[in-house]
C-alpha cells in the first residue's frame, strides 16, 4: 500500500492510521481459492477459518509477517473480536477492503466505496488531508 505510506508522510502526526483485521479472505474450510498471485509465488495461502481469538490473532500476525502490506505506515493494527461476534465486520462490511475516515469524534465522515475492483485514492487522500486540518467533512 504504498499510497498509504505516502499519505502518512504528508500527514504525520495529525492524523491515526488503523489498520482492522477481520477475517481470514477465502479460508480453506470455508470459501477457498488457489490464487497466489499476492504471495510472492509462494503459491496459495491455506488457512482455516479460526475457532478462537487466539486463532485469528496469530493469523493476522502471520498476515503482516508475510505480506507487510505497508504496515509502518499504520499507528495500530487491531484485530476484530471473533468470540464477540465479529462486530466491526457485522457493523461495517468491509469486504472485500474498505477505506474509513472516521473524525476525532469518533463519527464516520467518509467511506470509500470501490469501482472497478480498486479506489480513487485520491479521494481518500483528499478528506484525511482536509480532516487533518481540521476541515474534515
Known amino acids: 500500500m504504498p499510497d498509504i505510506a505516502l499519505l502518512r508522510k504528508k ?6 492510521f488503523v489498520f482492522v483485521y477481520v477475517a ?8 477457498p481459492i488457489s490464487s497466489g498471485r499476492y504471495n510472492q509465488e509462494r ?12 486463532e485469528r490473532v ?8 508475510d505480506f507487510p502490506l505497508g504496515m509502518g505506515s499504520f499507528d ?8 464477540a461476534g465479529d462486530q466491526f465486520e457485522n ?11 472516521v473524525r476525532a ?25 482536509r480532516a487533518g486540518a481540521g476541515k474534515g467533512e
Open 105 to 129: 469524534s469518533g463519527v464516520v465522515g467518509f467511506v470509500a466505496h470501490p469501482q472497478h475492483a480498486s479506489y480513487d485514492f485520491s479521494a481518500i487522500q483528499s478528506w484525511v488531508m
Open 24 to 31: 481470514e479472505a477465502h479460508a480453506a474450510d470455508e470459501w
Open 76 to 83: 495500530e493494527v487491531v484485530v476484530d473480536d471473533i468470540e
Open 58 to 65: 496469530g493469523l493476522a500476525q502471520r498476515m503482516i509477517r
Open 11 to 16: 500527514c504525520g502526526a495529525d492524523v491515526r
Open 43 to 54: 503459491g496459495p495461502v491455506m488457512v482455516n477459518k479460526p475457532g478462537t481469538q487466539a
Open 91 to 101: 457493523a461495517y462490511a468491509p469486504w472485500p477492503f474498505r477505506f474509513w475516515g
